[in-house]
């Protein structure tokens, strides 16, 4: 075990998936680095606390630095804030806090490649690709669907990053941002990465990308359905209204931004055309106007909540 103090930290929330945790925290024990790092994993599962229960097993065996904690309140923001807080608490000292979700698997260069680009470019943010494994043989129309893509960018400076999935925060993003929490408002929709990434952005904070840096996502079956695809689609156009929203209260930013939903509805037609013509895949061609019409529903108050987990008995 070492004795050195963290340089780094790597966040991990977990619910309910003990089986991807262990492939995920496997993946951390590989890394390739010349400083300390540590591993903070936060079980948001009150009731069943599996994850708790795999890392502190983990941890034991591996002798790696790091703790667990449990996180009763349910939602994604509450376990991420929770998990940059304990962070932070237990390593102050620490120069940059990374996440990872509980479905995922880091490459053994990530953790140093994303470290040297933060410190290279001296950015306060930096992401890497996401790659998806399918658990089964994907159709065309789900390999060439926009919600299943990346980034495709040099190492460099980026204007912004969109996903939590992989990136790296500096000690500076807490210090400087006004709101350094993810807003709990999208605990159960998703999309708290994104509103935290674009306050980012308006506080003047700077953005990188490592291509070395690659995380592997794991998608179960079920996320292949184009039932699951189409509402993802929906949910997306429903967090960017709800981001829009938030940057333009007031009555006037309401009617601004009605017409923007009718300018971009009638658009989204034009661009759905283009996509069935370019790619041959309906599923893809449902893509912008499902964008558009999330954007509609949030503006009259409906909303989607796939985060929302039944209580278990």
């Known amino acids: 075990m070492t004795t050195q103090a963290p340089h780094a930290v790597v966040c991990i929330p977990s619910f309910r998936r003990p089986d991807g945790l262990k ?10 680095v010349d400083f300390a790092f540590a591993i903070v994993v936060i079980d948001n599962d009150g009731v069943g606390q599996e994850a708790l229960a795999v890392t502190q097993s983990f941890l034991t065996e591996t002798g790696m630095l790091g703790q667990a ?36 698997t880091a490459s053994s260069v990530w953790l140093a490649n994303m470290v040297r680009t933060a410190e290279t470019l001296d950015v306060d943010i930096v992401g890497g690709p996401v790659i998806r494994a399918f658990d089964k043989p994907a159709s065309k129309g789900v390999e060439l669907h926009p ?3 990346s980034i495709e960018a040099k190492t460099g400076p980026v204007d912004m990053i969109h996903g939590s999935g992989n990136c790296l925060l500096s000690k500076r993003v807490f210090e400087r941002l006004e709101k350094p929490q993810f807003d ?15 306050r980012s952005k308006r506080a003047g904070l700077r953005f990188g990308w490592t291509a070395e840096a690659i995380i592997t996502e794991f998608v179960p079956v079920e996320r292949m359905e184009p039932k699951w695809i189409m509402t993802r689609s929906l949910r997306t156009g429903i967090i960017n209204y709800s981001i829009d929203r938030a940057r333009r209260p007031g009555l006037q930013g309401a009617v601004l931004l009605q017409a923007k939903n009718v300018i971009s509805l009638g658009l989204s037609l034009v661009r759905a055309v283009s996509v069935f013509a370019k790619t041959g895949q309906p599923l893809v061609a449902t893509h912008p106007v499902l964008l558009s019409v ?20």
């Open 23 to 32: 492939k995920t925290l496997a993946s951390l024990a590989t890394q390739q």
């Open 69 to 104: 904690f449990v996180e009763p309140q349910q939602g994604n923001c509450y376990a991420i804030n929770s998990a940059f807080a304990k962070a932070r608490s237990l390593y102050p000292s620490a120069s940059y806090f990374l996440m990872i979700d509980d479905d995922e």
């Open 147 to 149: 919600l299943f893509g």
């Open 184 to 198: 709990v408002q999208f605990n159960f929709l998703g999309g708290g990465d994104m509103d935290f990434f674009t």
């Open 294 to 313: 999330g954007r509609v529903l949030a503006s009259i108050g409906i909303t989607l909540s796939p985060y929302k987990a039944k209580p278990q008995s």
